[in-house]
C-alpha cells in the first residue's frame, strides 16, 4: 500500500508562518458559497478559488477534505452544535466557522489544540466578533461524539425505498456518506500502474487506490497514462465491444472520460457538449492524453450536416443522485422538484441521439441518477416512441466481475452500495438499445 503522505491528507497540516494562504479559509469559503443562498458547485468554487493553486498539494487535499466531510456529515455536526448555542446563528459564516472546527474535532483526526486554536484564529480574521463563541464552542466539543443522524433528504430516502426496498435503500444512505477510493482508468497497462501505486486492478481497465493528494502528482499524470473515472463509469463504454475504425458520436461529451475512451478503442470519435468551458477541459484532457477527437460545441439537436453513425453514446445530465459520495454537495443542494426539470431535457436529448444513429447501430444511453424515472422509466417512454428500437443483449463477460444488476433486457444499474467491501461503486444506470439494419 502507499505511505501515509500519498495515501490520505494528514489532518495535522505543518505550522505556517506566512498565515495566507490557508487551507481552513479555502474550506470556509468554499461551504459558504455551497451552502448559500447560490448553492454553487462545491469542486467548481474549490478549483476556481484563487487559493486552491497557491497552496501546496498536502494543504489542498486538507481543504478539500474539511468542506467534503461536512458535507457528507452537515446535520449531524448541526446536531452537535445545537446543544451548545443559545440560538443558531444568522450569519452563515459563524455557522460554518463551528462547523469547521467541529468536523476537525469529531471525524478527523486533527489534535484538539490545533483544531480549536487554527478555528478561532480563523475567526478572528474572518468574522472578529464571533471569535469568543467559537472558542467556546469547540472547547465544549472536545471529547464528545458525533450524534447519529440520517443525512440523506427524507424525500430521497423515500424515493430509494420505493425503488429498491427498505434494506437496500439504507444500505445506499450509508454507502454515500463514505469518503470513495481514487479510480483512475488506464488503456494500456492497468495491471502494471496498480502495482505501481499500491492500489487493485477493477473492471476492463480500472486501478482503484486510496490517494487523495494531488492527481497531478500521481505517477503516469504527464506522460497521459491514465485518467480520473470511477470504475462505474468506466464500465459503460467496454459494453460496445469492438469499436475499432467505427463512428462513435459522444453526446453531453464533457469532461471527456467516456470519450477517451471511445479514442482508445479505436472508435473515429466526434464529441458534442453545448458549454464551452467544459469542452475545453474535455480538448485539455485529451491533449494531456495524447488523444485527438473532433469536438464540437452545439446543441444536441443541431447536428444534422453530421451524418449518421455507428455508435451514439448519451451519458445525460440528470440528478446525479448516483455520484453523492463524490460530490456530497448533491445531499444540500437537490429538492424534489429538481427531476421534473431533467425529464424533458432527457427525452429530448434521446430523440436527438437517435436522430444521429445509423441503421443497425448501437445508441448507449447512461445516467449517474439513482431515480428510476431519469433510467429505466425514461427508456420504456422512448421504446414507445419509437417502435423499431430493439433492446441489445449485454455481455456480463465485459464487466470483468463488477457486480452491476440486471435491470431489464440489455439495461444494467449499479448501485452504491455494490462493491462495498472494495470502497463502493458510484451509482449508474445503462440500457443498450439498437436500430435494425434494415
Partial sequence: MASRPDSRPDPRPGPRPDRRPDPRALALDVLNGTLGPDRLPAEA???????????????????????????????????????????????????????????????????????????????????????????????????????????????????????????????????????????LTCPNDPDGLAARLGGRRLGAASVRTERHGAITEIEGYEAGTWWVQDVAAASIVPLLGDLAGRRALDLCAAPGGKTAQLVAAGAEVTAVDRDARRMAVLRGNLERLGMT???????????????????????????????????????????????????????????????????GGVLLYAVCSLQPEEGPEQIDLLVQRCRDLEARPIDRARLHGLPFRDAGAGRLQSLPCDLAEEGGLDGFFVACLSRPAG
Avoid at 427498505?166 to 454515500?176: E, I, K
Fill in 45 to 183: 468554487l474549490f478549483d476556481r478559488h484563487p487559493a486552491t493553486a497557491l497552496l501546496s498539494a498536502r494543504d489542498r487535499a486538507f481543504a478539500r477534505l474539511l468542506y467534503t466531510t461536512c458535507l457528507r456529515h452537515l446535520r449531524a455536526l448541526d446536531a452537535a452544535i445545537a446543544p451548545l448555542l443559545e440560538r443558531r446563528p444568522k450569519e452563515l459564516e459563524r455557522l460554518d466557522l463551528l462547523r469547521l472546527g467541529a468536523v476537525q474535532l469529531l471525524l478527523l483526526e486533527t489534535p484538539p489544540h490545533a483544531a480549536v486554536m487554527e478555528t478561532v484564529a480563523l475567526a478572528r480574521r474572518r468574522a472578529p466578533r464571533a471569535a469568543g463563541l467559537v472558542n467556546a464552542v469547540l472547547r465544549k466539543l472536545v471529547g464528545t461524539a458525533l450524534p447519529a443522524v440520517e443525512e440523506v433528504p427524507e424525500w430521497l430516502l423515500a424515493c430509494w425505498r420505493r425503488a429498491y426496498g427498505d434494506d437496500t435503500a439504507a444500505s445506499m444512505a450509508r454507502a454515500v456518506l463514505r469518503r470513495p477510493p481514487l479510480d
Fill in 293 to 359: 477527437a473532433r469536438t464540437i460545441v452545439a446543441d444536441a439537436g443541431g447536428l444534422d450536416d453530421l451524418g449518421r453513425f455507428d455508435v451514439v453514446l448519451l451519458d445525460a445530465p440528470c440528478t446525479a443522485t448516483g455520484t453523492i459520495r463524490r460530490h456530497p454537495d448533491i445531499l444540500r443542494h437537490r429538492r424534489p422538484g429538481d427531476m421534473a426539470a431533467m425529464l424533458p431535457v432527457q427525452a429530448r436529448l434521446l430523440d436527438a441521439a437517435l436522430d444521429r444513429l445509423a441503421p
